[in-house]
């Protein structure tokens, strides 16, 4: 446990390390609600569990491009709505590409913002409701908007902590999330 407790706090005091790089990986996990409109006869609103990978270039000290992976599925809210709506399984993902600009609060503190495509992937069952035999797939792509704002905590060794809400319209979906994340500069 002594062991442990040193590599924590050597790794979050550590001085050595003080010149960080234009390079950042991280994730996030989050929940959030989603809207499904645009089906005719059908209207689902629900929760949503996510998560987010990335990699991050800073080619300014507040500026870069962000190049990532998203995946939110259905959460229990959502399962049981899904007796009164006839909308199951509801899934999505994509990859994203955005700009990511900051605005420095103070030497660890900063607010972001992210602005870009991304290229996304939905499905669902459509049923009857109250669970007929009646059910269509479906499974649709397309190339949608992603944006983000959030507040980061970056540590002198390299490590961040993050908060971000996330609008992320795909197709008839329309995802908002709140995600919690982590990530390392190097």
């Known amino acids: 446990m002594r062991i442990l407790t040193l590599i924590v706090a050597g790794l979050l005091s550590c001085n050595t390390m003080a010149t960080q790089g234009d390079h950042i990986v991280g994730g996030t996990v989050g929940y959030g609600f989603n809207d499904l409109d645009g089906i005719e006869n059908y209207s689902s609103e629900g929760d949503n569990f996510v998560y987010d990978i990335y990699y991050r270039h800073m080619w300014h000290d507040n ?13 229990l809210g959502t399962v049981l709505t899904s007796i009164f709506t006839g909308i199951k399984n509801v899934e999505y993902s994509g990859y994203r590409l955005t700009l990511h600009g900051e605005y420095i609060l103070s030497d660890r503190n900063r607010l972001y913002a992210k602005l870009g495509a991304s290229a996304n992937e939905l499905s669902y069952e459509r049923g009857s409701i109250f669970g007929s035999d009646e059910i269509s797939l479906s499974n649709e792509n397309n190339v949608d908007l992603y944006t983000a704002v ?29 995600n919690f994340g982590i990530s390392y500069q190097f």
């Open 63 to 75: 500026f870069g491009v962000e190049a990532g992976y998203f995946s939110g599925d259905a959460g």
């Open 150 to 178: 959030g507040w980061e905590v970056r540590f002198h060794s390299g490590f961040g902590m993050n908060i971000e809400y996330q609008y992320i319209p795909i197709d008839e979906l329309t995802a908002q999330n709140v």
